[in-house]
Protein backbone atom coordinates (compact mmCIF):
# COMPACT_ATOMS: atom_id res chain seq x y z
CA UNK A 1 0.00 0.00 0.00
CA UNK A 2 1.41 3.39 -0.60
CA UNK A 3 2.22 5.70 1.72
CA UNK A 4 0.73 9.19 1.22
CA UNK A 5 1.00 11.99 3.25
CA UNK A 6 -0.95 15.68 2.69
CA UNK A 7 1.62 18.51 2.21
CA UNK A 8 -0.47 20.93 1.66
CA UNK A 9 -4.52 22.05 0.79
CA UNK A 10 -4.94 25.75 -0.16
CA UNK A 11 -8.16 27.12 -1.27
CA UNK A 12 -9.47 30.35 -2.41
CA UNK A 13 -12.19 31.58 -4.21
CA UNK A 14 -10.59 30.81 -7.44
CA UNK A 15 -8.49 27.31 -7.00
CA UNK A 16 -8.26 24.55 -4.58
CA UNK A 17 -5.03 22.75 -5.04
CA UNK A 18 -3.27 19.66 -3.40
CA UNK A 19 0.14 18.04 -3.16
CA UNK A 20 0.49 14.51 -2.37
CA UNK A 21 3.90 13.06 -0.81
CA UNK A 22 4.54 9.37 -3.19
CA UNK A 23 6.98 6.83 -1.84
CA UNK A 24 9.44 6.99 -4.73
CA UNK A 25 11.79 4.09 -3.53
CA UNK A 26 14.60 6.49 -3.19
CA UNK A 27 16.51 8.70 -0.73
CA UNK A 28 17.95 10.36 -3.92
CA UNK A 29 18.00 13.94 -5.11
CA UNK A 30 15.57 14.04 -7.61
CA UNK A 31 16.05 16.58 -10.81
CA UNK A 32 13.70 15.52 -13.58
CA UNK A 33 10.29 14.37 -14.02
CA UNK A 34 8.39 13.16 -17.30
CA UNK A 35 4.61 12.27 -17.13
CA UNK A 36 3.08 10.26 -20.08
CA UNK A 37 -0.59 9.75 -18.59
CA UNK A 38 -1.98 9.89 -15.15
CA UNK A 39 -0.55 6.46 -14.50
CA UNK A 40 2.78 6.22 -16.44
CA UNK A 41 5.50 8.68 -14.83
CA UNK A 42 9.52 8.62 -14.64
CA UNK A 43 11.99 10.62 -12.60
CA UNK A 44 15.73 10.40 -12.75
CA UNK A 45 18.64 11.98 -10.34
CA UNK A 46 21.43 11.73 -9.39
CA UNK A 47 23.74 8.56 -8.73
CA UNK A 48 22.57 7.24 -11.75
CA UNK A 49 18.74 6.84 -10.51
CA UNK A 50 15.45 7.10 -12.21
CA UNK A 51 12.81 5.77 -10.94
CA UNK A 52 9.09 4.60 -12.18
CA UNK A 53 5.14 4.06 -11.71
CA UNK A 54 2.42 2.68 -14.06
CA UNK A 55 0.00 3.17 -11.43
CA UNK A 56 -0.08 6.61 -10.94
CA UNK A 57 2.37 6.91 -7.75
CA UNK A 58 1.03 3.74 -5.33
CA UNK A 59 3.92 2.04 -6.01
CA UNK A 60 7.61 3.50 -7.74
CA UNK A 61 10.31 1.49 -8.62
CA UNK A 62 13.43 3.01 -8.42
CA UNK A 63 16.91 2.09 -9.66
CA UNK A 64 20.35 2.45 -11.48
CA UNK A 65 21.64 2.13 -14.76
CA UNK A 66 24.42 -0.25 -14.90
CA UNK A 67 28.14 1.22 -14.74
CA UNK A 68 26.25 4.65 -14.19
CA UNK A 69 26.30 4.99 -10.65
CA UNK A 70 28.42 8.46 -10.84
CA UNK A 71 26.26 9.76 -13.31
CA UNK A 72 24.06 12.81 -12.80
CA UNK A 73 20.51 12.36 -14.69
CA UNK A 74 19.39 16.04 -14.70
CA UNK A 75 16.49 15.23 -17.72
CA UNK A 76 14.29 12.52 -18.87
CA UNK A 77 11.69 11.83 -21.75
CA UNK A 78 9.27 9.15 -21.64
CA UNK A 79 6.95 7.86 -24.06
CA UNK A 80 5.07 5.10 -22.31
CA UNK A 81 6.15 2.58 -19.68
CA UNK A 82 9.07 1.31 -21.76
CA UNK A 83 10.43 3.98 -24.22
CA UNK A 84 12.23 6.69 -22.62
CA UNK A 85 15.19 8.35 -23.34
CA UNK A 86 17.98 9.67 -19.82
CA UNK A 87 20.66 12.37 -20.34
CA UNK A 88 23.52 12.65 -17.87
CA UNK A 89 25.56 15.93 -17.46
CA UNK A 90 29.11 16.48 -16.99
CA UNK A 91 32.37 17.61 -18.94
CA UNK A 92 33.34 15.12 -21.64
CA UNK A 93 32.17 11.77 -21.66
CA UNK A 94 30.27 12.37 -18.37
CA UNK A 95 27.25 13.91 -20.82
CA UNK A 96 25.63 10.83 -22.06
CA UNK A 97 22.19 10.22 -23.54
CA UNK A 98 20.81 6.66 -22.99
CA UNK A 99 17.34 4.81 -23.72
CA UNK A 100 15.26 2.20 -22.75
CA UNK A 101 13.01 0.22 -24.78
CA UNK A 102 12.27 -2.25 -21.72
CA UNK A 103 10.61 -0.05 -18.78
CA UNK A 104 14.33 0.50 -17.70
CA UNK A 105 15.57 -3.10 -17.52
CA UNK A 106 17.99 -2.54 -19.78
CA UNK A 107 20.05 0.38 -21.45
CA UNK A 108 21.73 1.46 -24.88
CA UNK A 109 24.18 4.30 -24.36
CA UNK A 110 23.16 6.30 -27.86
CA UNK A 111 25.98 9.34 -26.87
CA UNK A 112 28.98 10.00 -25.05
CA UNK A 113 30.96 12.78 -25.08
CA UNK A 114 33.65 12.68 -26.78
CA UNK A 115 35.09 16.53 -26.30
CA UNK A 116 36.20 17.45 -22.90
CA UNK A 117 34.56 20.90 -23.73
CA UNK A 118 31.04 19.64 -24.16
CA UNK A 119 28.88 20.08 -20.89
CA UNK A 120 25.23 18.79 -21.59
CA UNK A 121 22.33 20.47 -20.16
CA UNK A 122 19.43 19.07 -21.11
CA UNK A 123 16.50 17.93 -24.46
CA UNK A 124 13.48 17.56 -25.43
CA UNK A 125 11.60 15.51 -27.98
CA UNK A 126 8.98 16.51 -30.04
CA UNK A 127 7.83 12.58 -30.21
CA UNK A 128 9.43 9.84 -30.26
CA UNK A 129 11.82 9.61 -32.91
CA UNK A 130 12.74 13.62 -33.08
CA UNK A 131 14.71 15.51 -30.65
CA UNK A 132 16.85 17.74 -29.14
CA UNK A 133 19.63 18.67 -26.63
CA UNK A 134 21.46 21.68 -25.52
CA UNK A 135 25.19 22.14 -23.92
CA UNK A 136 27.12 24.99 -22.69
CA UNK A 137 28.68 27.29 -25.22
CA UNK A 138 31.61 25.88 -26.73
CA UNK A 139 34.01 28.42 -28.68
CA UNK A 140 31.57 31.21 -29.16
CA UNK A 141 28.11 28.98 -29.78
CA UNK A 142 25.71 26.58 -27.88
CA UNK A 143 26.12 23.45 -28.66
CA UNK A 144 23.25 21.69 -30.32
CA UNK A 145 22.41 18.62 -31.50
CA UNK A 146 19.42 16.88 -32.79
CA UNK A 147 18.24 13.52 -33.51
CA UNK A 148 15.49 12.26 -36.26
CA UNK A 149 15.54 8.18 -35.74
CA UNK A 150 14.78 7.87 -31.82
CA UNK A 151 18.33 8.53 -30.91
CA UNK A 152 20.06 6.06 -32.95
CA UNK A 153 22.42 8.65 -34.46
CA UNK A 154 22.63 12.29 -32.55
CA UNK A 155 24.11 15.05 -35.41
CA UNK A 156 25.82 18.47 -33.92
CA UNK A 157 23.50 21.55 -35.35
CA UNK A 158 26.02 23.30 -37.51
CA UNK A 159 27.72 26.33 -34.93
CA UNK A 160 27.52 29.02 -37.82
CA UNK A 161 23.41 28.60 -38.00
CA UNK A 162 23.44 29.55 -34.27
CA UNK A 163 23.82 32.84 -33.24
CA UNK A 164 27.27 34.04 -30.98
CA UNK A 165 26.98 33.16 -27.28
CA UNK A 166 27.94 34.49 -24.51
CA UNK A 167 31.34 33.70 -23.24
CA UNK A 168 30.10 30.38 -20.69
CA UNK A 169 26.33 30.78 -21.56
CA UNK A 170 24.39 27.70 -21.35
CA UNK A 171 21.00 26.40 -20.29
CA UNK A 172 20.70 25.95 -16.86
CA UNK A 173 20.49 21.98 -16.29
CA UNK A 174 18.24 22.36 -13.26
CA UNK A 175 15.16 21.07 -14.26
CA UNK A 176 14.81 19.49 -17.44
CA UNK A 177 12.88 22.74 -18.85
CA UNK A 178 15.42 25.04 -19.91
CA UNK A 179 14.62 23.53 -23.34
CA UNK A 180 10.95 22.99 -24.44
CA UNK A 181 9.40 22.09 -27.88
CA UNK A 182 5.84 22.70 -29.52
CA UNK A 183 3.75 21.59 -32.29
CA UNK A 184 6.20 19.92 -35.18
CA UNK A 185 8.77 22.34 -35.52
CA UNK A 186 9.09 24.91 -32.58
CA UNK A 187 11.68 24.52 -30.01
CA UNK A 188 13.31 27.20 -27.28
CA UNK A 189 16.00 27.22 -24.94
CA UNK A 190 16.38 29.68 -22.04
CA UNK A 191 20.14 30.06 -21.13
CA UNK A 192 21.45 32.08 -18.01
CA UNK A 193 25.55 32.62 -16.97
CA UNK A 194 25.63 36.22 -16.58
CA UNK A 195 22.78 36.68 -19.57
CA UNK A 196 19.41 35.63 -19.87
CA UNK A 197 18.38 34.65 -23.35
CA UNK A 198 15.70 32.68 -25.32
CA UNK A 199 17.14 31.07 -28.35
CA UNK A 200 14.18 29.78 -30.91
CA UNK A 201 13.95 27.84 -34.16
CA UNK A 202 10.80 27.71 -36.08
CA UNK A 203 12.56 24.51 -38.04
CA UNK A 204 13.54 21.92 -35.92
CA UNK A 205 16.83 24.14 -35.75
CA UNK A 206 18.25 24.76 -38.94
CA UNK A 207 17.76 28.48 -38.47
CA UNK A 208 18.10 30.33 -34.88
CA UNK A 209 17.09 33.80 -33.64
CA UNK A 210 17.90 34.70 -29.99
CA UNK A 211 16.14 37.30 -27.85
CA UNK A 212 17.38 39.50 -24.41
CA UNK A 213 14.84 38.79 -21.79
CA UNK A 214 14.40 41.22 -18.49
CA UNK A 215 15.26 38.07 -16.11
CA UNK A 216 18.18 38.63 -13.03
CA UNK A 217 21.37 37.89 -15.28
CA UNK A 218 23.92 39.88 -12.41
CA UNK A 219 26.66 36.56 -12.08
CA UNK A 220 27.47 33.22 -13.31
CA UNK A 221 24.26 31.71 -11.05
CA UNK A 222 21.25 33.87 -12.00
CA UNK A 223 19.28 33.61 -15.79
CA UNK A 224 16.56 31.57 -17.05
CA UNK A 225 16.00 27.86 -15.41
CA UNK A 226 12.89 27.03 -17.51
CA UNK A 227 11.20 27.39 -20.34
CA UNK A 228 7.64 27.02 -21.40
CA UNK A 229 4.93 27.44 -24.42
CA UNK A 230 1.34 27.56 -23.57
CA UNK A 231 0.57 26.89 -28.29
CA UNK A 232 3.50 28.93 -30.38
CA UNK A 233 2.61 32.40 -29.26
CA UNK A 234 2.52 32.52 -25.40
CA UNK A 235 5.61 31.81 -23.31
CA UNK A 236 7.04 32.26 -19.90
CA UNK A 237 10.20 31.73 -18.53
CA UNK A 238 11.46 31.83 -14.60
CA UNK A 239 14.49 31.72 -12.36
CA UNK A 240 16.61 34.27 -10.72
CA UNK A 241 19.72 33.31 -8.52
CA UNK A 242 19.78 29.75 -7.42
CA UNK A 243 22.07 31.13 -4.71
CA UNK A 244 19.33 33.23 -3.70
CA UNK A 245 16.17 31.46 -2.80
CA UNK A 246 14.09 34.16 -1.48
CA UNK A 247 14.61 36.62 -3.87
CA UNK A 248 12.14 37.56 -5.85
CA UNK A 249 13.22 40.18 -8.01
CA UNK A 250 13.25 39.84 -12.11
CA UNK A 251 12.41 36.25 -11.70
CA UNK A 252 9.49 35.66 -14.35
CA UNK A 253 9.08 37.17 -17.83
CA UNK A 254 6.32 36.57 -20.69
CA UNK A 255 6.01 36.66 -23.96
CA UNK A 256 3.03 36.60 -26.73
CA UNK A 257 4.71 36.70 -29.41
CA UNK A 258 6.44 33.39 -29.90
CA UNK A 259 9.48 34.49 -27.88
CA UNK A 260 10.73 37.51 -30.04
CA UNK A 261 10.09 39.99 -27.63
CA UNK A 262 9.95 39.44 -23.30
CA UNK A 263 8.84 41.51 -20.64
CA UNK A 264 8.42 41.17 -16.93
CA UNK A 265 5.22 39.80 -15.32
CA UNK A 266 3.67 42.97 -14.21
CA UNK A 267 1.92 41.86 -10.81
CA UNK A 268 2.99 39.68 -7.53
CA UNK A 269 5.81 37.26 -8.53
CA UNK A 270 6.66 33.81 -7.16
CA UNK A 271 8.15 33.77 -3.96
CA UNK A 272 11.48 33.16 -4.38
CA UNK A 273 14.09 31.97 -7.77
CA UNK A 274 12.10 29.28 -9.44
CA UNK A 275 13.65 26.09 -11.51
CA UNK A 276 10.72 24.66 -13.46
CA UNK A 277 7.60 26.06 -14.54
CA UNK A 278 4.36 24.23 -16.50
CA UNK A 279 1.25 25.50 -17.95
CA UNK A 280 -2.05 23.64 -16.78
CA UNK A 281 -3.84 26.00 -19.34
CA UNK A 282 -3.08 29.29 -21.42
CA UNK A 283 -4.06 31.14 -17.79
CA UNK A 284 -3.21 28.50 -14.97
CA UNK A 285 0.51 27.98 -14.82
CA UNK A 286 2.37 25.99 -11.85
CA UNK A 287 6.00 27.33 -10.93
CA UNK A 288 8.04 25.20 -7.87
CA UNK A 289 11.83 25.93 -6.64
CA UNK A 290 13.72 24.97 -3.24
CA UNK A 291 11.34 27.43 -1.39
CA UNK A 292 7.95 26.16 -2.69
CA UNK A 293 5.04 25.93 -5.00
CA UNK A 294 3.35 29.08 -6.72
CA UNK A 295 0.16 29.63 -8.88
CA UNK A 296 -0.53 31.75 -11.66
CA UNK A 297 -4.65 31.97 -13.04
CA UNK A 298 -4.22 34.84 -15.48
CA UNK A 299 -1.55 34.05 -17.73
CA UNK A 300 2.01 34.38 -15.65
CA UNK A 301 0.91 38.15 -14.58
CA UNK A 302 0.57 37.57 -10.99
CA UNK A 303 1.63 35.01 -8.62
CA UNK A 304 0.26 33.05 -4.79
CA UNK A 305 2.68 31.07 -3.51
CA UNK A 306 0.63 27.60 -1.95
CA UNK A 307 2.85 26.35 0.23
CA UNK A 308 6.89 26.13 1.01
CA UNK A 309 7.75 22.81 0.46
CA UNK A 310 11.15 23.03 -2.32
CA UNK A 311 10.63 20.41 -5.76
CA UNK A 312 13.51 21.22 -8.04
CA UNK A 313 11.24 20.32 -11.54
CA UNK A 314 7.80 19.75 -12.27
CA UNK A 315 5.75 18.00 -15.17
CA UNK A 316 2.72 17.58 -16.87
CA UNK A 317 1.58 14.34 -18.73
CA UNK A 318 1.64 14.25 -22.09
CA UNK A 319 -1.92 14.05 -22.73
CA UNK A 320 -2.59 16.32 -20.07
CA UNK A 321 -4.12 14.30 -17.37
CA UNK A 322 -1.62 14.72 -14.16
CA UNK A 323 0.99 16.90 -12.68
CA UNK A 324 3.97 16.08 -11.13
CA UNK A 325 6.64 17.45 -8.92
CA UNK A 326 10.54 15.88 -7.74
CA UNK A 327 13.34 17.12 -5.73
CA UNK A 328 15.60 16.10 -2.72
CA UNK A 329 15.64 12.81 -0.58
CA UNK A 330 13.57 11.07 -3.20
CA UNK A 331 10.65 13.61 -3.10
CA UNK A 332 7.64 12.63 -5.52
CA UNK A 333 4.68 15.00 -5.04
CA UNK A 334 1.03 14.30 -7.17
CA UNK A 335 -0.73 17.32 -8.12
CA UNK A 336 -3.95 15.37 -7.03
CA UNK A 337 -6.29 18.21 -7.40
CA UNK A 338 -7.51 21.51 -9.55
CA UNK A 339 -10.03 23.62 -9.74
CA UNK A 340 -10.56 26.39 -11.58
CA UNK A 341 -14.05 28.17 -10.73
Known sequence: MM???LLFLFASATVQAQWFYQEGGTTERLRAVSAVNDSIVWASGNHG???????????????????????????????DANTVYLLSIGPGKRSRIYKSIDGGSSWILQFAGS??????????????????AVGDEIDGHLFLMRTTDGGLHWSQIPPAS?????????????????????????????????????????????????????????????GIFSVAFCGAKKGIVVGGDYQKVSATHANVALSN?????????????????????????????????????????????????????????????????????????????????????
Open 257 to 341: DGGITWKLAPGSPPAGFRSAVIYVSCDYLITVGPSGTDFSTDGGKSWKQIDMIGYHAVGRARDGKGIWAVGEGGRIGHYVDLIVR
Open 115 to 132: DAKLFLDEFAFWDSMNGM
Open 162 to 222: IPKAHPGEGAFAASGSGITVEGTSNVWIGTGVKTARVFRSTDRGQTWNVAVTPLMNENETS
Open 3 to 5: KIL
Open 49 to 79: TFTRTTDGGRSWIASHVAGGDSLDFRDIEAF
